[in-house]
T-cell receptor, first 114, second 111 residues
């Protein structure tokens, strides 16, 4: 079974531009969430989608947005990029069993803002 | 944002030694997950814990869900060089898919 797939793996953008990152969850997983990882703040939750609906949102400005499609694939968008947005963006997909949730991460998209 | 208290921050050990790290929180969690992250890669799930008191093993790794539901520990026995990396604990609270992470334990294994 393929894991969580994220594209692109690396990208460089200029301040003020916008960026879209893509995530394909593990087959059968309907929940997709996004995290930002930086050396200073660690892993921070951005948002979570289930069946095309945003269920949870972290404490990030409105420049960060996302969506989920009917096939569970998800995208996140960051508009008006700032230098501080440089980070590893991680997508995770999860499934729920009677016992609890199990969450798997993709390899991430490295964003550098210059 | 909310974070778990993970310790130690880093460890330098000799190959063959056992390792122990833990996470604590002032809040209750319903699920504890342990991940390992190699440089430039995403976190890889090692062990998932769902019930207070649960003790689960995965090869040389053993993790426990604390009775109070506010802590968890991870043990690695007989460490090998490929154990090098950063280990993260993460918790899920009731009805949420939002993971709260520790700051990680950086493990270095000297051959």
């Amino acid at each position: 079974k393929a894991g969580v797939t994220q594209t692109p793996r690396y990208l460089i953008k200029t301040r003020g531009q916008q960026v879209t990152l893509s995530c394909s969850p593990i087959s059968g997983h309907r929940s997709v969430s996004w995290y930002q990882q930086t050396p200073g703040q660690g892993l921070q939750f951005l948002f979570e989608y289930f069946s095309e609906t945003q269920r949870n949102k972290g404490n990030f400005p409105g420049r960060f947005s996302g969506r989920q499609f009917s096939n569970s694939r998800s995208e996140m968008n960051v508009s008006t990029l700032e230098l501080g947005d440089s980070a590893l963006y991680l997508c995770a997909s999860s499934y729920s069993t009677g016992g609890g949730n199990t969450i798997y991460f993709g390899e991430g998209s490295w964003l550098t803002v210059v | 944002g909310q974070q778990l208290n993970q310790s130690p921050q880093s460890m330098f050990i000799q190959e063959g030694e056992d390792v122990s790290m833990n996470c604590t929180s002032s809040s209750i969690f319903n699920t504890w997950l342990w991940y390992k992250q190699d440089p430039g890669e995403g976190p890889v799930l090692l062990i998932a814990l769902y019930k207070a008191g649960e003790l689960t093993s995965n090869g040389r790794l053993t993790a426990q869900f604390g009775i109070t539901r506010k802590d968890s520990f991870l043990n690695i026995s007989a460490s090998i060089p490929s154990d090098v990396g950063i280990y993260f604990c993460a918790g899920l609270q009731g009805g949420s898919e939002k993971l709260v992470f520790g700051k990680g334990t950086k493990l270095t294994v000297n051959p």
